[in-house]
């Protein structure tokens, strides 16, 4: 089994070097290393390239970008140049724990079937400490939903949100076909773990197996989101915002719909589709006036699409109010 790390940077000579060590010192090294960056304007690209000339352990295959990508794109364009049986995703600011590509790998050697495997992380700060926090804790993934993804319920409630990141998981390669390509409006982690979640079983590793560095410059942290975050979170999200939610779900349902005859829940494409009706009323909500909002409000927590398809009372009572 040939292991494929794909590697995307922008920007992150301060962490980068860090990162390329602990690939270099895994105990299972990887049998490629596939780093896509994206016009840095920093030292990030002598970096790759002082890596990719004294690495004697792996193949290292650097893509230079000729115009910026975004991250979801240049994460896409990393996964197609990848030629193992196994794609690692790898962030340019974390630390890898040595026997991470070996603990993986070994689930992937005793269990064929699964799709993807993913672990926890530990939150270090800027100079690499441990702050005393995990991902999942911190995200609310709960041994409950833990469970729940390896029994292959994990998209029904991915449907609300995504709890699986992408720097902590690894996805067989045979199951491009049916991710790729990803959809502009999704980060490439939230729709790898959606729809391989749809099609192959999941498989978690509890113990942090990624160092996730939390710093000023990143583009998604993973700070606790007290009562005033959450409230500044929810007024964001007007109108547009669930636009684009529902853009995204309708995506997915139709890629669902392409390769039905593999999706092993009968009722997830069924469910996708209403996420994303759920996603439309609620843009429309944002769009009237608050007393307008009431009605279709009550209705829809009623129906329990609330509880289904979004944080219960709390995103209700955002509908209703903000």
Request: glycine share 6%.
């Amino acid at each position: 089994m040939r292991l494929s790390v794909a590697l995307c940077t922008f920007n992150g000579q301060e962490y980068l070097a860090a990162q390329l060590a602990s690939i270099a010192e895994q105990t299972r090294l990887p049998d490629e290393l596939v780093t896509c960056e994206d016009c840095s304007t920093d030292g990030t690209a002598e970096i790759l390239q002082r890596y990719a000339l004294g690495s004697a352990d792996s193949a290292s295959r650097l893509i230079v970008n000729e115009t910026t990508l975004g991250s979801t794109a240049n994460f896409e364009q990393a996964i197609a140049a990848c030629t193992g049986d196994v794609v690692f995703l790898c962030d340019q600011d974390d630390v890898w724990d040595r026997d991470k590509l070996a603990r993986f790998a070994a689930i992937f050697a005793a269990e064929p079937h699964t799709g993807l495997v993913a672990s926890d992380l530990e939150v270090i700060d800027s100079q690499g400490k441990a702050v005393g926090r995990r991902v999942w804790r911190t995200l609310g993934f709960s041994r409950r939903q833990q469970a729940a993804v390896e029994a292959g319920r994990g998209p029904r409630f991915w449907l609300r949100a995504n709890t699986l990141t992408g720097a902590a998981m690894a996805f067989r390669a045979d199951l491009r076909e049916i991710l790729l390509p990803i959809p502009a409006g999704w980060v490439h982690d939230a729709w790898i773990a959606f729809i391989a979640g749809a099609v192959a079983p999941i498989r978690l590793i509890r113990e942090p197996l990624t160092r996730y560095r939390s710093h000023s410059g990143q583009q998604i942290g993973s700070a606790p989101r007290g009562p005033w975050r959450l409230l500044q979170d929810a007024r964001r999200r007007d109108a547009a915002y669930f636009g684009r939610v529902a853009e995204n779900f309708e995506a997915a349902a139709r890629r669902l719909e392409s390769f039905s005859h593999d999706v092993f829940d009968p009722q997830l494409i069924r469910l996708t589709h209403q996420k994303a009706a759920f996603a439309r009323g609620q843009q429309r909500m944002r769009e009237g006036n608050r007393l307008a909002r009431i009605v279709p409000a009550v209705r829809e927590l009623a129906s329990g699409r609330y509880h289904r398809f979004a944080r219960d009372l709390g995103a209700f009572a955002a509908d209703l109010f903000l």
